[in-house]
């Protein structure tokens, strides 16, 4: 079984930057694409960035493109996202998840999922 844990979560400013961190561990992980999602209450889950297994790929919904940036050490079986330029509408709790096959954008194509990490960014 792969278990996978998000934190670096918190309160913010506008304009602020935080960078979460997705801790995986079980299976061999590093052969796993990584997705994060983010959710506010009564809204669909939904795609942020996500980053190929070797890391080469990189994918981001079209509201963060500039300002969040995807990474990975396999060797610590990590993955990172560092937002920089948060904004309020960032506000979400913030979920990492792991694929294998499938849409990157598509949140049904994740296997493994973590509890999320709560992001809030006052104005």
């Known amino acids: 079984q792969v278990q996978v844990v998000e934190s670096g979560g918190g309160l913010v400013q506008a304009g602020g930057s935080l960078r979460l961190s997705c801790a995986a561990s079980?299976?061999?992980?590093?052969?796993?694409?990584v997705g994060w999602f983010r959710q506010t209450p009564g809204k669909e889950r939904e795609f942020v960035a996500g980053?190929?297994?070797?890391?080469?790929?990189?994918y981001y919904t079209d509201s963060v493109k500039g300002r969040f940036t995807i990474s990975r050490d396999n060797a610590k079986n990590t993955v990172y996202l560092q937002m920089n330029s948060l904004k309020p509408e960032d506000t979400a709790v913030y979920h990492c998840?792991?694929?294998?096959?499938?849409?990157?954008?598509?949140?049904?194509?994740?296997?493994?999922w973590g509890q999320g990490t709560q992001v809030t960014v006052s104005s």
């Open positions: 998840a792991l694929k294998d096959s499938g849409s990157y954008y598509n949140k049904d194509s994740y296997l493994y």
């Open positions: 079980g299976r061999t992980v590093s052969r796993y694409a």
């Open positions: 980053i190929s297994w070797t890391g080469d790929s990189t």
